[in-house]
């Protein structure tokens, strides 16, 4: 059986969500400081080759790509419903706990965060993730789960899987914050769909959290939708100036790339962190206290 060796960390169905009317995206290479002179496809952005490709039994295999891509393909056509039809969409209990959950697989799953998930797994227990080893032979749980456990973490393959038990063990443990009285989304439609995507796209009001959901938080799906974690405070009218900050925060804690659907808006936005000398700690830090102010 072919397997795949192109595993996007953001999926291609998220990234077309920022593409232009040609179906491509404009792209910041903060490596080399530059715009790509050339438009990409969702194809040619946000993955690694082989990411999710591991040594089993002396073969190599991508089962844990195929752990994702099922992820993926239940959340597919909730994004669609989310982010299409914006003037009659239907916003439901259901769609919303999936795109809440997706979000933590999402963010969980990040190359930026690979060394933290990595720490994190080092000092856990198999009960930080609901998690029991069982005996393949007598479909029991193992007398020696602990150690098994103990060797399983520094697997490459099992801390690359286990990223998704983490996002499903903050989901339930934060079941409170799940309520549309928490959760809220806001459109733009026009000239105003110019939302930028970036390989960090998650941006936390608290950045230290044990969990996402403990911080407010704004996700930007496609680049007319936005879903924002309140944390029960009312939200204010979201301004042109809000949208530019909040575009200038995923460029910022961006670690190589950063897209939108267009070329002009995304290099003002890269002129405007650089130039300006927004990307400095404590610029960044003033951006998240005057964009969250929404919230207070």
């Not at 198999?126 to 069982?134: A, V």
């Not at 029991?140 to 399983?152: G, L, P, R």
């Not at 000239?191 to 960090?200: A, E, P, V």
């Not at 939708?225 to 944390?231: A, G, R, Y």
């Amino acid at each position: 059986m072919t397997k795949s060796e192109r595993h996007h960390y953001i999926p291609e169905f998220i990234i077309r969500g920022f593409t232009n009317s040609d179906g491509k995206v404009a792209v910041f290479n903060k490596e080399k400081m530059a715009m790509e002179p050339l438009m990409k496809s969702p194809k040619q952005i946000f993955f690694e080759w082989n990411r999710n490709t591991f040594r089993a039994k002396n073969e190599l295999t991508d089962f844990v790509e195929k752990l994702y891509g099922n992820c993926e393909n239940k959340f597919a056509p909730v994004y669609k419903r989310f982010t299409q039809n914006i003037d009659d969409r239907e916003f439901n209990l259901t769609d919303l706990f999936h795109v809440i959950h997706y979000i933590g697989i999402l963010h969980a799953s990040l190359p930026v965060r690979d060394s933290e998930i990595e720490e994190l797994i080092k000092n856990s227990k198999k009960e930080d993730f609901f998690l029991n080893i069982i005996n393949t032979e007598t479909g029991e749980v193992s007398v020696n789960a602990d150690d098994s456990f103990e060797k399983f973490k520094s697997e490459p393959a099992f801390i690359q899987s286990v990223k998704i038990m983490k996002a499903i063990a903050d989901f339930m443990k934060n079941e409170t914050y799940l309520t549309t009285d928490n959760w809220k989304s806001y459109s733009s439609s026009g000239n105003g769909s110019f939302h930028l995507i970036s390989d960090n796209p998650v941006i936390l009001r608290d950045k230290d959290v044990k969990s996402i959901y403990d911080s407010e938080l704004i996700f930007q799906l496609s680049k007319s939708t936005s879903i924002v974690h309140t944390k029960g405070k009312s939200i204010k009218a979201i301004s042109g100036e809000d949208k530019v900050m909040t575009d200038m925060l995923i460029f910022l804690q961006s670690d190589k790339y950063v897209a939108g659907p267009d070329f002009n808006y995304l290099e003002t936005i890269a002129n405007l962190c650089i130039k300006k000398k927004y990307d400095k700690p404590e610029a960044v830090d003033y951006l998240k206290k005057k964009l969250f102010q929404l919230f207070d």
